[in-house]
């Protein structure tokens, strides 16, 4: 065992964090690869060199010996390349490709191939996850997804149906009616009215994207959140005023958008060469790589947590319109934390 510090010293994990689990083990795979099959590589076993073969960890700890000159970067591969195959196995071991592509298609009220399924069909698909899910912590995540996505059940009698499959304690129980607490009803309430029902109503179309889906060609990434498209209007300049008010008196678009605006936050925070290199390797593999920053930095700040799928959202809308995309909160919340949450709502 050895402790690997994540961190954007780590130039491996800077190009590879927020990049899907498949996309992270192939360019580990091929980086490793390029270098055993090096000039100086030429020395090793055929079976190392094959490049149709995925290389095993043995074979990689060969090309470390053989290879002195790369060695801390073989190291550095190596590592990436052990953590990336743990989380392969803890994702296989808990069973979460069925989940995560109910999970999906719930979020975004399509399947993998853009069929809309009826909800009778959903609701089975999710007794039957319940039965096969061993955690319940997972069944009460599942069935706080059904709840929001459908902005309350249709009925008592299925709510009370899919609390029975779920077979969850007093206090998971408690958790899931707390939702109410966040403005959403277990069970969809006939007059709809109210300021906190617009609200939330508008916040789960934003969720799946009015039923669109992301570019990615992963199903188990389809979901698109909202912030995504927030900040996509704001690097635009299309940020609604109303929704989004300033407290201070807003630059016109032209200064904030523009070439210049650039000049202006280097000089609050420059960028060193190190840094600079950082960035364009990090881009390796894709069209931004190299891309310089154009536009108004954009700041986004999140006041009561923030989850990694918005982060990595964060990301995507930087490399794919080169604006700085420079994103925090409070505190950054996983799924059980985020239950940990509703637990502590009380009563």
């Given at each position: 065992?050895?402790?690997?510090?994540?961190?954007?010293?780590?130039?491996?994990?800077?190009?590879?964090?927020?990049?899907?689990?498949?996309?992270?083990?192939?360019?580990?795979?091929?980086?490793?690869?390029?270098?055993?099959?090096?000039?100086?590589?030429?020395?090793?076993?055929?079976?190392?060199?094959?490049?149709?073969?995925?290389?095993?960890?043995?074979?990689?700890?060969?090309?470390?010996?053989?290879?002195?000159?790369?060695?801390?970067?073989?190291?550095?591969?190596?590592?990436?390349?052990?953590?990336?195959?743990?989380?392969?196995?803890?994702?296989?071991?808990?069973?979460?490709?069925?989940?995560?592509?109910?999970?999906?298609?719930?979020?975004?009220?399509?399947?993998?191939?853009?069929?809309?399924?009826?909800?009778?069909?959903?609701?089975?698909?999710?007794?039957?996850?319940?039965?096969?899910?061993?955690?319940?912590?997972?069944?009460?995540?599942?069935?706080?997804?059904?709840?929001?996505?459908?902005?309350?059940?249709?009925?008592?009698?299925?709510?009370?149906?899919?609390?029975?499959?779920?077979?969850?304690?007093?206090?998971?129980?408690?958790?899931?009616?707390?939702?109410?607490?966040?403005?959403?009803?277990?069970?969809?309430?006939d007059n709809g009215g109210g300021k906190m029902s617009k609200l939330r109503d508008k916040r789960v179309q934003g969720y799946g994207r009015a039923g669109s889906e992301s570019?990615?060609?992963?199903?188990?990434?389809?979901?698109?959140?909202?912030?995504?498209?927030?900040?996509?209007?704001?690097?635009?300049?299309?940020?609604?005023?109303?929704?989004?008010?300033?407290?201070?008196?807003?630059?016109?678009?032209?200064?904030?958008?523009?070439?210049?605006?650039?000049?202006?936050?280097?000089?609050?925070?420059?960028?060193?060469?190190?840094?600079?290199?950082?960035?364009?390797?990090?881009?390796?593999?894709?069209?931004?790589?190299?891309?310089?920053?154009?536009?108004?930095?954009?700041?986004?700040?999140?006041?009561?947590?923030?989850?990694?799928?918005?982060?990595r959202a964060a990301r995507e809308v930087m490399i794919s319109t080169g604006t700085e995309v420079v994103?925090?909160?409070?505190?950054?919340?996983?799924?059980?934390?985020?239950?940990?949450?509703?637990?502590?709502?009380?009563?």
């Amino acid at each position: 065992k050895m402790d690997a510090l994540l961190n954007d010293n780590d130039e491996v994990w800077v190009e590879l964090r927020g990049k899907h689990i498949a996309d992270v083990i192939q360019t580990l795979s091929t980086k490793i690869r390029e270098i055993v099959n090096s000039g100086s590589g030429s020395a090793l076993t055929n079976s190392a060199k094959n490049s149709a073969k995925a290389l095993s960890i043995g074979q990689m700890a060969k090309a470390l010996k053989a290879l002195p000159e790369y060695r801390e970067i073989m190291s550095k591969l190596s590592q990436h390349m052990q953590i990336a195959h743990q989380c392969m196995d803890a994702f296989n071991q808990q069973g979460l490709l069925d989940l995560s592509d109910l999970e999906q298609t719930l979020a975004t009220g399509k399947t993998d191939e853009h069929r809309t399924p009826k909800l009778k069909e959903l609701l089975g698909q999710v007794v039957e996850e319940f039965r096969k899910q061993p955690n319940s912590l997972m069944r009460l995540r599942l069935l706080a997804i059904v709840i929001v996505s459908q902005r309350g059940l249709e009925s008592q009698s299925t709510l009370q149906k899919l609390l029975h499959e779920a077979n969850l304690s007093q206090k998971e129980l408690t958790a899931l009616q707390n939702l109410e607490k966040l403005g959403c009803p277990l069970v969809q309430n006939d007059n709809g009215g109210g300021k906190m029902s617009k609200l939330r109503d508008k916040r789960v179309q934003g969720y799946g994207r009015a039923g669109s889906e992301s570019e990615s060609e992963y199903s188990s990434s389809r979901y698109v959140c909202l912030l995504k498209s927030i900040i996509e209007d704001a690097t635009k300049g299309n940020l609604s005023i109303e929704e989004y008010p300033s407290v201070m008196p807003l630059p016109d678009a032209e200064a904030m958008l523009g070439p210049s605006s650039i000049s202006k936050a280097k000089s609050v925070r420059k960028m060193s060469g190190s840094a600079t290199s950082k960035w364009a390797k990090s881009s390796t593999g894709s069209s931004d790589k190299g891309k310089k920053r154009s536009g108004g930095r954009q700041i986004v700040f999140m006041v009561g947590g923030m989850c990694y799928s918005e982060l990595r959202a964060a990301r995507e809308v930087m490399i794919s319109t080169g604006t700085e995309v420079v994103i925090g909160s409070t505190r950054c919340i996983a799924p059980t934390e985020f239950i940990g949450d509703l637990y502590g709502l009380g009563g």
